[in-house]
């Protein structure tokens, strides 16, 4: 196959591919971007595989940086852009089940491509666009199938993030994974245990933001792969429901902790050990806490006046989370009614705490809760935000 309109990207790399070419060695652009570009897909990353040695590559280039060189790859920069540049390499045995115990630098295209996880991610391009093909890629390509490299078995075995890895391209891609891969992957689903967590959940919300993630959740589900994911296992029929209404991707990862969390029926307690256990930040745990509170609210109708308020900043992703869950789509008119309120931000209340001290509030507690009454009220269309009017209410009361 031959591709005569590259990409931007590659026609930018294509001198770094001549230069080590003109020294004697192959280079190829390989990876996601050459699937992506045979499928009419943005790229992003460039990456490149060559038969020269890691020492070898910085002899030909000014700059380079070594990002893993004791795994072959070196980083090339070039006007600007950096390539991960990694020479042709053959694994030995994977005892942890995610890295190589012994990688070895090889010069054979063929050796490096056959240790690779999918057939759609074994293609390799010359700089001028021509494919090499070794494992029938291009025609899975073309019949939207994952099917691993050569035997399913060994490639799981040797590193069990692949088995996420497949289901997450299900969703991405929209292709049906093969029957001797899905099996294989059920066969080790337990070893997805060993995996950093950190990885899985990468792969996972991936999976949850890609085009049709019911591609994904269904074999996520048949092959028993949630079982070993964090929490997961006391939520099947949660599970398994969402796989039937999660028809398109959502929109960030944000709003995939929030359907899990909200479908998972946790209360916002519960929510910060289960996202703690996937090693979320604690940035997400609150944005997850409070969209799915304000979620829940949605589910069961119209919010008033100071779900809204609360709801803030997370109101559409709510929406979103609801919607997917049964509730109507309410978002025109949760714009127009959070736009409506008196403030939107405790910042904005016409008095501040050193306000109610010179009115006669002691500083501690009372203040701090005084301050919320007020908020409370101003919110609620029971005060007005007037600095006098607030003032007289808590010195009246």
């Known amino acids: 196959m031959q591709l005569n309109h590259l990409p931007q990207e590659f026609e930018l790399a294509r001198p770094v591919l001549q230069t080590i070419e003109h020294a004697g060695y192959e280079a190829y652009f390989v990876g996601g971007s050459v699937r992506d570009t045979i499928l009419g897909k943005p790229i992003h990353d460039v990456d490149i595989a060559t038969s020269a040695y890691p020492n070898e590559i910085k002899g030909l280039f000014h700059r380079t940086v070594d990002t893993g060189i004791e795994h072959g790859t070196v980083m090339i920069l070039d006007h600007g852009t950096g390539y991960e540049t990694t020479t042709f390499r053959s694994e030995s045995t994977y005892t942890d089940f995610r890295r190589p115990d012994q990688v070895t630098f090889v010069r054979s295209l063929e050796e490096d491509l056959k240790r690779r996880d999918f057939t759609i991610n074994a293609l ?11 494992f029938d890629g291009l ?12 035997n399913p078995q060994e490639r799981f075995h040797e590193d069990a993030l692949r088995m996420m890895r497949a289901v997450r391209f299900a969703s991405q891609l929209d292709f049906t994974i093969v029957e001797p891969t899905l099996t294989a992957i059920t066969d080790h689903a337990e070893l997805l245990a060993k995996i950093a967590v950190e990885r899985t959940q990468m792969e996972l919300l991936k999976l949850f933001t890609g085009q049709t993630p019911q591609r994904g959740l269904k074999p996520f589900m048949a092959t028993g792969l949630w079982k070993h994911c964090p929490d997961f296992a006391v939520h099947e029929d949660a599970l398994n429901d969402l796989t039937q209404r999660l028809t398109q991707g959502v929109s960030d990862a944000e709003t995939a902790w929030t359907l899990l969390a909200t479908q ?12 703690k256990h996937w ?58 009614a959070y736009a409506a309120l008196p403030i939107h931000d405790k910042k ?10 010179k009115a006669g509030i002691q500083p501690g507690p009372q203040l701090g809760a005084t301050l919320g009454d007020l908020e409370f009220q101003v919110v609620t269309g029971q005060l007005p935000n007037d600095a006098s009017a607030l003032i007289h209410q808590i010195t009246t009361n």
């Open 279 to 336: 090693k979320t930040a604690n940035q997400t745990i609150a944005t997850v806490q409070n969209a799915s509170q304000t979620a829940q609210h949605l589910r069961q109708g119209a919010l008033n006046a100071w779900q809204l308020y609360q709801g803030g900043a997370n109101l559409t992703r709510a929406n979103e989370v609801a919607v997917i869950l049964g509730a109507p789509d309410r978002q025109a008119e949760l714009t127009q």
């Open 139 to 150: 025609n899975d390509l073309k019949t939207h199938q994952i099917r691993a490299v050569g």
């Open 124 to 134: 390799a391009m010359r700089e001028d666009g021509e494919i090499i093909d070794l």
């Open 348 to 357: 904005q209340l016409a008095v501040t705490g050193r306000d109610l001290i």
């Open 264 to 275: 998972f029926d946790l209360a916002a307690a519960a929510i910060s050990p289960f996202l």
